[in-house]
C-alpha cells in the first residue's frame, strides 16, 4: 500500500473515532490534590491513600502534558518542537509506573483490574510514537494521528476507569477523569482534571 494511501486510511480512522468516548463521571467531592491527600487520614490505610491521590496527581499531569502536545505540536517547528517532543516523551515514560501503583492497590475491583490490564497493552503506542518522532522515524502527521487513534477510544477512558476504581478502593475522594486534546475533548458533562483544581 502506498503511504499516501495510508497516511488517508490513518486520517479517516482518527476523523471517525473522533466523537466523544466518554460515559458522564461521578459525583466529585474533592478538587484538590492537597486536600485529598489530608482527607486520607480518615481511610483504613492512610499511606495507601495518598500514594493513590499522589499516583493520580502525577498521572494527571502527564496525561496533560501528551494532550499539551497533541494540541501545539502541529504549530511549532525547529527547536520549540523538538523540545516538546522529549517533554511529552518524558512525562509519558512515567506512566507505567503509575500504571503499576494503582494495579497494585489492595482491593481494587475486577473493572479497575480489566483497565489497567487493558491499558499495559495499548499504552506503548504513545511513547512508541514520541520516540519515533525523536528519532525522526515518525512523521509529526503519522505521530499525532497514531496516539490520537489508540489514545481518544481506549487509553484515556481506560485511565479514568482506573483512577475512579484505584481511588474507591484506597478510600480516596473520587478523582474526575483524564482530559482529553482538543481532538477528542472529554465531554462537558463530565468532571475532569483528576485532583486538579483548573477546571
Ligand atoms: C478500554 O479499552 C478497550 C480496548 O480498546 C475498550 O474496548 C474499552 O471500551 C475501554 N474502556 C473504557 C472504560 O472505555
Same mark, same amino acid.
Given at each position: ?5 495510508? @497516511?488517508?486510511? $490513518?486520517?479517516?480512522?482518527?476523523? !471517525?473515532? %473522533?466523537?466523544?468516548?466518554?460515559? /458522564?463521571? #461521578? ?24 500514594s493513590v491521590v499522589e499516583t493520580i496527581n502525577g498521572w494527571d499531569e502527564s496525561v496533560n ?39 497494585? @492497590?489492595?482491593? $481494587?475491583?475486577?473493572?479497575?483490574? !480489566?483497565? %489497567?490490564?487493558?491499558?499495559?497493552? /495499548?499504552? #506503548? ?75
Amino acid at each position: 500500500m502506498k503511504a499516501s494511501t495510508i @497516511t488517508a486510511i $490513518i486520517a479517516f480512522t482518527a476523523s !471517525a473515532i %473522533a466523537s466523544p468516548v466518554y460515559k /458522564v463521571a #461521578p459525583v466529585l467531592r474533592t478538587r484538590d490534590a492537597a486536600v485529598a491527600a489530608a482527607r486520607c487520614a480518615n481511610a483504613a490505610n492512610p499511606g495507601i491513600c495518598q500514594s493513590v491521590v499522589e499516583t493520580i496527581n502525577g498521572w494527571d499531569e502527564s496525561v496533560n502534558t501528551v494532550n499539551d502536545f497533541l494540541n501545539r505540536a502541529p504549530l511549532l517547528a525547529g527547536q520549540d518542537l523538538v523540545n516538546l517532543e522529549n517533554i511529552a516523551l518524558q512525562l509519558a515514560l512515567n506512566e507505567p509506573g503509575f500504571l503499576g501503583i494503582l494495579k497494585s @492497590t489492595p482491593g $481494587i475491583s475486577p473493572q479497575g483490574l !480489566a483497565a %489497567a490490564t487493558t491499558l499495559g497493552q /495499548v499504552f #506503548p503506542a504513545v511513547p512508541q510514537n514520541l520516540q519515533g518522532l525523536v528519532q525522526g522515524t515518525v512523521t509529526l502527521t503519522d505521530a499525532i494521528n497514531n496516539i490520537n487513534t489508540i489514545r481518544c477510544p481506549s487509553i484515556l477512558p481506560n485511565i479514568s476507569l482506573l483512577w475512579v476504581e484505584a481511588a474507591r478502593a484506597a478510600g480516596a475522594d473520587t478523582p474526575g477523569f483524564a482530559l482529553g486534546p482538543n481532538f477528542c475533548p472529554l465531554l462537558p458533562a463530565n468532571v475532569g482534571d483528576g485532583y486538579s483544581l483548573d477546571v
